[in-house]
Structure formats: C-alpha cells, structure tokens
C-alpha cells in the first residue's frame, strides 16, 4: 500500500530548501506600488498605470498588452504571440484544508467506482495510517480501479493496470509541453507511434473534473464558484516504455485560476506545496488516472481597493530580474498564489485543518514546460517580486 501511495502522490512529495535571493524578493522602493512611476524616453511609448481599482479593471487589461509592447526592456524580450490574461478582478481569500475528507469519500468515488449501486464502499474501504507522517488515507477498490482520499486533502483515482506506470512527478522525461492558454498549431497528440485528438483529451478531462470536485462548492463560508480550468498537456515516456499525456489543470475561484507552479529549489519560500488536478491519458485517450493534491474550502475574503496594473508588474519584473540571464515573456496572467505566512515559511505540505492565504499576483512565465518551468511572480497588491527557475 505505501508504494502504491507514494506512487500516486509523488507529484506533492517536493521539498523546498533554499531562500530566494534577495534582490529578487524585493520589497524595496523600487519594486514597490508607492515607487516613482516609470518613464520611457520612447516618444511612442503609452503612459504607464501603476494601479487599478476594480471600476478601472476591464480597461486596464485590454490596454495593458499594447502598452507593455511599446516598452523597452533591456533584459526581456517578448513572444510575437504574447498575451495578457485577466478574467476578472480578484479577492484576496482566507482558505483552509477541511477535516471531513471521510465524510464525503463514498460520495466521491461512487463516481468512479460504479459497480456499487447504492453508493458507498463500507466492504471495500479500507483505512491507512502512514507511520512517518500521520496522514490517514482510505483506499477504495471494485477490482478494476482504485481510488484514495486522504486526510491531507489528496484525491486519487487510477487503473489498476496503470498503478505502477503513470507517475506524477520529474522522475520520467517530459518530450513536450503545450500551453493550452496559448495558441495551438496542431489538434493531434504524438504519444508513441500512436496520437491521440488533443480536443478531445481536453473535453474528457473537463467533464471529469466538472463531476468529481463539485461538493467542494458546497461547503465555503464565503459565496464563492470554485471551477476548473485546462491549462497545459505534456507527453512523458514512463519507464514502462508507454508514453502518456498529461493534462494540467487549475482550480479557478470566482474565475480566477490558483496557481500551482510550486518553486521546486525553494524560491518562492512562502508558497506551500499545493498542486491541481492532473489527468493522465494513454493512447487510447482514456483517463487512466486522475491526481489532485489539495482541494480546500474559503472561510473569508476581502477584496484589494486597488492592484498593480499588468504593465507596471511587467517592468516591475524587468529591473528586479537584471542580474539574470536574458528571458522572452510568453504570457502574463492575473492568479491567485497559495502562500502562508513568514513563521511558516518553509512549510512542505498542508495537511487537515490548516490554513493559507489565496493572494492575487502577477505571473510572467518565460519557460512554461512541466517540472522545468521559469516565471517573475509580482504581487498585484505589494508589488514584490519573486523569480523562480525551476530548470535543473
């Protein structure tokens, strides 16, 4: 059972172990909101926002693109396909793991395990305690599936002939990564000597996700939407030799997508270890198995008077990222970013019962394939920057 889990859950098994530097973590006046608004020498160049409220939010994010292309940056270069993404202007939410992972599992996996009529597993859930680190995890089986919910908010499903094959994580090579947020020049998959439709991988998993985290809607304090949104598929060669798709989602709330690229070298320190729904597809384009690390419940929120607009946490990133090598900006997109606070920093994994902040940022992502991706986070709030590469 513990290699069947350690498996399964191997994409939230990441330790962070360093600080970032610090002239990157900067709150300093220059990286800050109250700093001196940017001037370019460009007769051209539009002028540039620093802030905006939430009555200037949908002019702000259409203008943002324009205004950061006629910038001039000496570090960053920018993708002809770049864009800004801005769905819609976000709170600023108190978040917490719930604790009745038990209470609803049935309900769960009498979804996936359909055999079972009524409903629930009484005679075929069994209850797992690791030893090391006391997270309790049930395990539910009809012979041809197995399913997992554990304490710490993990929701697993698999094939059972997949159990050892499909592995969440950087153990296997990744061939290739496709943004879904970008343009996509081809609608098949390669996956081996086979390929698969790439729409409808996308439909499938959307269709799945939509019916296994519903009841997460249900049970927040705070009257919020929690949804799902598709955001990048990559092709890994398992060890097995059969080369798999997997495709990454983003838990959304109120149309907002939680950010889950964690810093894998610790970069980002006060973002925990927290990851979406991934869905793996073999060459037959069924799901064969489904990951998700970490669902959670809103207790409070409270909305930011005003946020650093795209193009000042664009330049913003600029100055802070200087002493890096040269990046190309592919896209920059309004998230909300697990983070905890500075006596917690450093924290693994959060577990049953705690707590975490959902704070809004700015995300500039340079290099964007799975388990190697390199990003500027600036906070739309404080206007910090963080830097984390997550390449070798």
Known sequence: MKKKLAVILASVMLTACSKAPDNVKSSSAESSVESSQVQSSAADKKPLNKTMT????????????????????????????????????????????????????????????????????????????????????YEYTNGKRTGFVSSNGCVSIVDNEYMNKAVYGSSSPVNETRNLLMPVTSDTLPLGTASIDLRDAQHKTAETLASLFTPGNERSKVDCKFDHQLYSVSTVTEQSGETLAFVHCRQTVNGVPVFDTISRHGQFDTMPVYSGPVAAINAKGDIVQINNSLNFNISSAEKPPELV??????????????????????????????????????SVDLKQGDTFTLTPYWVIHFETDWWAEVYAAVNAVTGEVRYVSNRG
């Open 309 to 346: 607009t795209a193009e000042y946490a664009f330049e913003t990133a600029s100055k802070a990222l200087a002493p890096h090598l040269d990046h190309t900006a592919r896209f920059e997109e309004l998230v909300l970013v697990p983070t905890v606070s500075a006596s917690e920093q450093g």
């Open 54 to 137: 939430e009555n200037d939010f949908a002019s702000s994010a259409s203008e943002s693109k324009s205004i950061i292309l006629a910038g001039s940056y000496d570090n960053l270069k920018i993708d002809p396909d770049f864009r800004v993404i801005a769905n819609a202007y976000p709170m600023s939410y108190q978040a917490v793991v719930p604790s009745d992972y038990d209470k609803y599992a049935d309900q769960l996996f009498s979804l996936f395990l359909p055999d079972d009529k009524q409903g629930y597993y009484d005679n075929k859930k069994q209850l797992h305690t690791d030893e090391n680190t006391g997270v309790r995890s």
